[in-house]
């Protein structure tokens, strides 16, 4: 049997978006016993994040100095930092490397580090992205965006992202008896993320003012939070808004939840929205572009970013329509968002590229 080695750098090991998906996608890999994996990283995260835990040898590297990937197959770097150490050290030179794009990185880097920090942190990893040529995105149009944006020798390839079973937490009973509170009142929309402008919630909030029968409930913080609560506060809906802070697994509540909204004008592809639709949670989401390979307003409630009567109009359908849109989930996350399809797209990629590789294509 002829082995096939993959290393992983990711930026840290918290349970953060990217770092979380090469830990789904390695448990994807798992059934192809010809597979070895390794995972290196650069920062253990915060301290106040849970830290995952991989099945695989986790190796701590110092950006400056350089480590030996001539054992490996295939480099898969994920996010700035590992692929700035994959062009400094020039292993895109040495070993088949692929570079995995979770976000739209302009949009993404401005807002949450301003314009002008933004805008350079994008050039500088840009630079390092036109030395890396395989390029994995999760669908056409983030596709076209980078193939604009990067030089043109580059490779993609599209592969929708799948998470695994999730697994059973107990609930903590103060956290259940706070939500339990405002269901026997109210009908709740949940959402999940880092409360900053891009993820929108503020429309979540405007919501409340125009539905008196539903309430909202918050996972996450950020640097929005105060005025997320300010917003309540002056539109007299903050005793029908919940903040429940970052924790882990905030899906073991979602069986409470009539609807999870994914407000964000901006995404790679949200891991927490992938998670509501694998416990049959009905999905509202912003009409952007890269989801539109996937689904549409026969699946999900769609509505269109700021536009606060698009937005309470398609939640309302979901609210109205909530098991058809709940089956609709549960459909979604076996045919098109499983496990077993990310982990069978990248083992096939991994083939090819070696192939391609061996033959001198």
Not at 56 to 65: A, P, Q, W
Not at 170 to 195: F, H, M, R
Not at 214 to 221: K, M, N, Q, S
């Amino acid at each position: 049997m002829i082995i096939m080695k993959i290393a992983f750098l990711i930026p840290a090991i918290d349970a953060m978006g990217p770092n979380i998906f090469i830990q789904n996608l390695i448990e994807g890999l798992v059934p192809y016993k010809n597979v070895e994996c390794e995972v290196f990283h650069f920062d253990r995260g915060s301290k106040d994040i849970r830290q995952l835990v991989f099945p695989v040898k986790v190796t701590k590297l110092d950006f400056g100095k350089e480590y030996d990937f001539s054992s490996f197959d295939i480099v898969h770097s994920n996010m700035p930092v590992p692929d700035l150490y994959v062009v400094r050290h020039k292993l895109y030179k040495k070993n088949i490397c692929i570079s995995t794009m979770h976000c739209f990185y302009e949009t993404d880097l401005v807002q949450r580090k301003g314009w002008l920090k933004g805008l350079i942190e994008k050039n500088v990893w840009k630079y390092a992205l036109n030395k890396i040529h395989n390029v994995i995105v999760s669908s056409t149009n983030m596709k076209e965006y980078y193939e604009h944006e990067l030089s043109s020798n580059h490779v993609y390839d599209i592969i929708p992202y799948g998470i695994p079973i999730l697994e059973r937490y107990d609930v903590d009973p103060l956290i259940e008896a706070q939500i339990a509170s405002l269901k026997n009142k109210y009908k709740l929309v949940c959402s999940c993320g880092t409360l900053i402008k891009r993820k929108g919630f503020h429309q979540l909030v405007k919501y409340l003012v125009h539905n008196e029968s539903a309430a909202v409930i918050l996972f996450g913080r950020g640097v929005l939070e105060g005025e997320l609560r300010q917003m309540a506060q002056e539109l007299g809906v903050q005793n029908r808004l919940l903040f429940l802070g970052y924790m882990n697994a905030p899906y073991r509540y979602y069986h409470l939840m009539d609807a999870f909204a994914m407000c964000s004008n901006s995404e790679g592809f949200g891991l927490a929205l992938l998670e509501a639709m694998q416990l049959g949670t009905p999905i509202i989401c912003t009409n952007l572009p890269i989801y539109s390979d996937y689904f549409g307003e026969n699946e999900v409630g769609l509505f269109e970013f700021d536009d606060q009567d698009s937005f309470n109009k398609a939640v309302d359908k979901v609210l109205r329509q909530k098991e058809y849109f709940k089956a609709q989930s549960l459909m979604l996350s076996k045919n098109v968002f499983s496990l077993a399809n990310m982990g069978r797209m990248h083992y096939e990629y991994y083939n090819k590229l070696i192939a391609l590789n061996t033959h001198g294509v």
